[in-house]
């Protein structure tokens, strides 16, 4: 069994998929993927180095993560060739992680971690998506905070994903991350239970 865990930009998917993990449940992260990939020596790196310079990359050869965010969230072109590269290699990597897991977890649950998942179309992969959920405002407070940037960036980060209303709107199951870890911990026994995962 399966699921998709989303929701927008620093809405607290980690907090929810490591209830989940506490309570037995397996996971496969996108973000840590997507980290994975751009590696140093990685034909993925080589490519980012190729079409966004190599002014991308620090002395020691790994990605400028936070000067190649600049230039991508500032265009929604330059974005989407940075997804051209990157997707495939997340989504092959991803797919092979869930099905060696399913393979050799049959009975355990699986939750598959994707900041982008109704974005890159991949609904389907999943039997239900769960959407961890917080109002806008609450994103862009936690979002300046915990990266450490202004509201005109966070802003631009936030337009960058589907608004989190309409992803609420989409989802099979709603986690409420607005009130508390109090709150969204007994969400996530709730759904647990009604899994029949207890």
């Not at 959407?131 to 905070?145: D, F, M, N, S, T």
């Not at 990266?147 to 099979?172: C, F, H, M, P, Y």
């Amino acid at each position: 069994m399966n699921i998709g865990l989303t929701g927008g930009i620093a809405s607290g998917k980690s907090t929810v998929s490591n209830l989940l993990v506490e309570r037995g449940a397996l996971l496969v992260d996108a973000d840590r993927i997507a980290r994975e990939v751009v590696l140093p020596g990685s034909p993925v790196l080589d490519k980012i180095a190729e079409l966004f310079g190599t002014d991308m990359l620090l002395e020691d050869g790994s990605l400028d993560r936070k000067r190649l965010g600049e230039v991508v969230f500032a265009s929604e072109e330059q974005r989407k060739v940075l997804e051209g590269v990157t997707h495939p290699a997340i989504r092959h990597e991803m797919i092979a992680q869930i099905s060696r897991l399913e393979g050799e977890y049959p009975d355990k649950l699986v939750v598959v971690d994707v900041p982008l998942l109704y974005e890159s179309g991949l609904t389907e992969m999943f039997e239900s998506v769960v959407v961890v959920y917080v109002p806008k405002e609450i994103q862009l407070q936690r979002l300046i905070q915990r990266d450490g940037i202004d509201a005109v960036q966070a802003e631009r980060r936030l337009q960058s994903q589907w608004d989190i209303e309409e992803k609420r709107t989409l989802a099979d199951v709603v986690i409420d991350n607005s009130q508390g870890l109090e709150y969204t911990e007994q969400q996530v026994e709730r759904f647990w239970s009604q899994k029949g995962l207890l």
